[in-house]
């Protein structure tokens, strides 16, 4: 635990303004609230000769976050980037659409399943989000176990199991949002160790950010990524979760639960920049420039943390969601433009 995290002032000087053009063209309105997908296992959408836009749309709509961060991909690689994130909308929306029936997500993350074995065997499928994802692993030959992983990952997720203990949050985390950011240094041509050590670091704090953030959405669906030793230790209550605290009591049990979270992504989000700003020798050469722009979501993930700490530490507060995307698009501009998270 680290006791300076509810204290600590994270300020940033800013030496130079980008220029007002660029930030014109960053001024993109946030969509409406998006709606579930039906359910189905057949493809549904435009015709498949668009996928490609296919997937920006799909990305745009439920994970808004990704979107904006696929906008600074470059060209070459932004076809791959939002094939590869329509795919995680795609396995995540699983849970959600058949919340309560185990059986048909566990049937969709067959067909899946079935769907990723066939494009390694240079089978192209119909499906829009299939056939985008199809043409990356062809064109940036994405290596096909973190594909699997991520899938294995969100099956396990169906059964609505509350982790026991914080690794093995860190480990759901891990084969989630890291196995997608090493997928997105591939399709940005990245290869280098020490930006896969950083992607493993900076996953798992956004993995852990990002259920803090849905905490009262997962607890009202019947789920729980906060790890019931650290419930228990702090004996904070569900109905807690679900209704709020009802004494001063309880909302500190609370806040202290959080805060025990919170402080293993902001743990990892230090270890990925100070393996940034040092890299170690390495036969693979410098750290590539790319680097950088597939761990973008780290971004998002700091300004989260930063509200968190700023609210005492209480992931209830709808205030913590974002209501406006302009300075998260102008954060995310300036972290690509100087090459730091």
Request: net charge positive; proline share 7%.
């Amino acid at each position: 635990m680290l006791p300076f995290l509810r204290t600590a002032c994270f300020n940033r000087t800013v030496r130079r303004h980008p220029p007002l053009a660029l930030l014109k063209s960053l001024m993109i309105t946030s969509p409406a609230r998006p709606r579930l997908a039906a359910f189905s296992t057949k493809s549904s959408g435009p015709d498949p000769a668009n996928h490609g836009q296919y997937c920006v749309e799909l990305v745009k709509q439920h994970d808004f976050d990704a979107y904006l961060c696929g906008l600074l991909v470059p060209r070459s690689s932004r076809r791959a980037y939002f094939a590869l994130r329509a795919f995680n909308v795609e396995t995540a929306l699983i849970k959600d659409v058949a919340r309560g029936n185990a059986l048909p997500g566990q049937m969709r993350m067959q067909w899946w399943r079935e769907v990723i074995s066939g494009i390694y065997q240079g089978k192209s499928p119909a499906h829009p989000v299939a056939r985008a994802l199809c043409e990356a692993v062809q064109a940036h030959n994405l290596t096909r176990r973190w594909l699997d992983r991520l899938l294995e990952a969100r099956e396990g997720d169906l059964g609505n199991i509350q982790p026991t203990r914080m690794e093995e949050l860190e480990d759901y985390a891990e084969n989630t949002a890291s196995s997608l950011l090493y997928l997105t240094l591939e399709a940005l041509h990245v290869r280098h160790p020490t930006a896969d050590h950083a992607a493993s670091h900076v996953g798992r704090a956004t993995g852990i950010a990002t259920v803090l953030r849905a905490t009262k959405f997962h607890a009202s669906h019947q789920s729980l990524y906060v790890p019931l030793e650290i419930q228990r230790e702090f004996k904070v209550n569900v109905n807690d979760i679900l209704r709020g605290p009802e004494s001063p009591e309880a909302a500190q049990a609370l806040s202290d639960m959080f805060f025990e979270v919170a402080t293993q992504a902001h743990l990892h989000m230090e270890h990925a920049r100070e393996m940034l700003a040092s890299p170690p020798p390495s036969s693979s050469g410098p750290l590539p420039r790319n680097t950088i722009t597939a761990l973008l979501p780290a971004v998002r993930t700091t300004m989260y943390l930063k509200a968190l700490q700023k609210n005492g530490f209480n992931a209830l507060d709808q205030d913590l969601l974002p209501r406006s995307h302009l300075e998260f698009q102008l954060r995310l501009w300036w972290a690509n433009w100087r090459g730091k998270i």
